[in-house]
């Protein structure tokens, strides 16, 4: 079998585990929520904990030998490890847990340290986003692209706000004020993984965000790759899952962003301890 049939083959089966997870939170999402708090900001419930085992589950007995790494704390090293899933079983867990229908289930596939198919699900409007490396980027199964907005002036923008905003809120209202000036409007929809697939698709045009997790960004971040769309850090550099600074845009809007970051960290930019 070739690398590219094996790739469609991950995908088909990831999309089946996307569309599994997703059953059980359309089930859920209404109901009362058993909540657990990892911090005063940062939330988990029985749902994402049940969306993760449908996903493992599905994922292992297909792909035994595979390396599984998921938000909620499945860690598994399998004996071909050079394959490792990556998944975030509800991003968006605090709209979840507030029936705030925003969210969606993140699944991606990393070879030898590259991300090689992506899939993003948002059950509630049974969206599908995905992409396989070299043959492009689908919402369902039409192809998508970003938008042709060039100035930050006429672009639609998104972000969102880290785990330690209520320690560092001046810091990031920083780039927030900036970004509130120069652009046409900003949202902040509370899943990093849809408001990178909407960059993808031209729905929006712009995003940034500081200290997003790996299973945030992994499948998004092929996707709007695949798409034609531009990701960065703040400074221009290549973009890592890895990293604590998330840069993506069409590609037409890239060094205008950068650039207003850049401004907005030097200038009125409060000391971060």
Sequence with gaps: ?????????????????????????????????QIQFKSPVDLVTTIDRQSEEII???LQKRFPNHSILAEEETTITGPQSNYRWIID???GT??????????????????????????VYDPLREETFKAIRGLGSFLNDSPIQPSKVAEVDQA?????????RREKASFYLTF???????????????????????LACGRLDGFWEFSLRS???????????????VLSDFSGNTFSIWGQET???????????????????????????
């Design 215 to 229: 299973w945030d960004t992994a499948a998004a971040s092929l996707i709007v790759q695949e798409a034609g769309g």
């Design 56 to 58: 493992v589950d599905i």
């Design 176 to 198: 927030l004020k900036a970004f509130l000036i120069s652009s046409q409007g900003i949202r902040c929809n509370g899943s990093a993984a849809l408001d990178l697939c909407y």
């Design 156 to 164: 639609l923008l998104a972000t969102g706000f880290p785990y330690d």
């Design 89 to 91: 079983p509800l991003d």
């Design 94 to 119: 605090t709209n979840f847990a507030h029936s705030y229908p925003r969210f969606c289930i993140s699944i991606a596939l990393e070879r030898e340290g590259e991300i090689i198919v992506g899939l």
């Design 247 to 273: 840069l993506g845009s069409n590609g037409l809007i890239h060094n205008e962003m950068r650039r207003i970051i850049q401004e907005a960290k030097h200038v009125d930019s409060p000391k971060v301890d």
């Design 1 to 33: 079998m070739t690398l590219a049939k094996d790739m469609k083959e991950f995908l088909a089966v990831a999309e089946v585990a996307a569309m599994a997870s997703g059953s059980r939170i359309r089930e859920g999402w209404r109901q009362v929520k």
